[in-house]
């Protein structure tokens, strides 16, 4: 098979979560490991970095990844979601794994693939470790895709582990109060390791506590160390980024000194390509697109939407099914002019959940593309257009491929 016709494979044969949602949720370790010895690989050939949490998962992946590779190493990583290619999940050093690897190791594995019944999430990790492994990378940087205690990706064994926050999301999978969803989110301490918390929640805090008691595990929250260097004017980046610097150092790297570190966050966007975290679109007037999707992300952009200055503000949306609406929509600064419209895939929220989540009159267009431009056209110079909800709609409205 061609390229294109294992990717359609992958992505339509294999429904994934961002895609279909629960359907497509496959807890549990048992397929991962028969898939991983299949490969004959070892949970322990690869020097790993696990990140888990909330919100700020991939941006940390990124500052992580990009201060490793200024430390002269070489870094692989797997995150998630995708934005325009799949490829961009896998990379190492910045570079999104060759087509001709994809086409070659689903060729070699399709029959056992099909076998043990493998989501589109463990097929993906098991193809990223795979390549790895095969670039002898020096560090391998891991997002947990969903929770932590029951993801593909807790069958490895890290030096450290990350956790950056705790907030609610995917409360039908796991769990309805912050104490549950932490106590997932633990799942991926293990032993005599290291684990760095990048936010204080006195409703959770010892949850990890007692997590990193029991696995005889090294714990620090990083809002504990004193810094008051600012790293970005976007604070939530401003967090992740001392969360990462505290995973790197929690490595002891004989490399790393303050100079790297600056260097690294300097260059996350060339060493890393992070992208969808307040990512200006265009100016005159301002676009910004953000991959907020929950209510604390929703405060987040908010926060920095008060820092700045504008005209009038545009915001368009577009949510999976099922997201609370007007717990999110609050946030917004009062007099917002909002839009939404629809998602090209199965979870998408059409106008009519819309219309039962939101009272007031709606303003909607299911093409994102043309609502956008109408939106551009209706705005001036001086105003700012907030393209937010989902990760999804980056594709449908920036992508020019």
């Known amino acids: 098979m061609e390229y294109k016709k294992i990717e359609e494979w992958i992505l339509n044969r294999l429904p994934f979560y961002q895609n279909n949602g629960a359907v497509a949720y496959n807890p549990g370790l048992n397929n991962i490991d028969k898939f991983i010895n299949e490969l004959n690989l070892s949970n322990n050939q690869l020097k790993f970095i696990h990140v888990g949490g909330t919100n700020g998962k991939g941006s940390t992946c990124s500052y992580i990844s990009s201060i490793l590779q200024e430390s002269n190493y070489k870094v692989g ?16 050093n910045n570079h999104k794994i060759e087509k001709s690897y994809i086409t070659s190791f689903i060729k070699d594995n399709k029959t056992i693939i099909e076998e043990i019944g493998l989501s589109f999430f463990e097929l993906s990790f098991g193809l ?3 390549y790895f492994k095969q670039n002898k990378v020096d560090y391998a940087i891991i997002e947990v895709g969903l929770g932590g205690r029951l993801d593909a990706t807790n069958i490895i064994n890290p030096l450290v582990s990350v956790v950056t926050n705790i907030s609610y999301d995917h409360t039908e999978i796991l769990g309805d109060t912050l104490e549950k ?12 390791s290291q684990l760095i918390v990048g936010e204080r929640n006195k409703l959770t805090d010892e949850i990890f506590i007692n997590k990193c008691k029991e696995k005889s595990t090294e714990i620090t929250f990083v809002p504990d160390i004193a810094e008051d260097v600012i790293y970005s004017e976007i604070d939530y980046l401003n967090k992740n980024i001392k969360t990462s610097i505290e995973t790197c150092k929690a490595l002891n790297l004989n490399r790393l000194n303050s100079k790297i570190i600056t260097k690294g966050i300097e260059n996350v966007d060339l060493n890393s390509g992070l992208f969808g975290r307040w990512s200006i679109m265009g100016v005159n007037p301002m676009i910004i697109f953000d991959s907020a999707h929950n209510e604390s992300g929703f405060i987040s952009i908010a926060d920095q939407i008060s820092k700045i200055s504008y005209n009038k503000i545009y915001v368009l949306l577009s949510f999976v099914k099922g997201k609370k609406i007007k717990d999110l929509i609050r ?10 419209t629809s998602l090209k895939i199965e979870r998408s929220m059409d106008l009519e959940e819309i219309n039962l989540n939101f009272s007031e009159s709606i303003k909607f267009d299911e093409n994102p593309k043309r609502i956008f431009n109408n939106i551009k056209n209706e705005s001036s110079k001086d105003d700012l257009i907030l393209v937010t909800g989902s990760n999804y709609i980056a594709k449908e409205i920036f992508n020019e491929n």
Do not use: W
């Open 77 to 92: 990583t797997f995150t998630s979601p995708h934005y325009y290619d799949y490829r961009e999940r896998i990379k190492i």
């Open 181 to 192: 969803i932490a106590v997932e989110k633990a799942g991926i301490i293990k032993e005599k």
């Open 128 to 130: 990223s470790l795979s």
């Open 331 to 340: 946030h917004l600064p009062e007099g917002s002019n909002i839009y939404f």
